[in-house]
């Protein structure tokens, strides 16, 4: 079965998109609970949600956590996305800037690991 016609099918991708920014949308609020959790265990000593649309998220910095590495506070912002499509593209729009991907369904295990992953991976 194929498309009627495009104005079905762009209707169609326009719901898709929307379901999926509500979908990235609800994941940044959820991200907060995990990053709350890994605050209360000592994993991160204090994190930051940047407003949507701020300069910040304009930049590709949806989050902000810090951590004493060695004795010295540590910062990282980070992007983060539900969507391996938009993860493409905003590693390429903001290469300075680690874009983190957690598809729907992603174990909250696997979302500290990759968050704490990033201390290592950052210099000094």
Sequence with gaps: MGWRNSRVREEARGRRSE????YGRDFEEAMVGHLTKMQEAGDIDDFLRHAPNS???????????????????REIHFGVTISFHSWNESKVRHPKVPQL????????????????ELFAAAPA
């Design 19 to 22: 379901r999926f920014g509500r």
């Design 101 to 116: 991907c957690f598809p729907i369904a992603t174990k909250p295990e696997t979302i500290r690991k990759r968050i704490l």
């Design 55 to 73: 300069s910040e998220d304009c930049e590709g910095k949806d989050f902000m956590v810090a951590k004493a590495v060695d004795g010295i506070r």
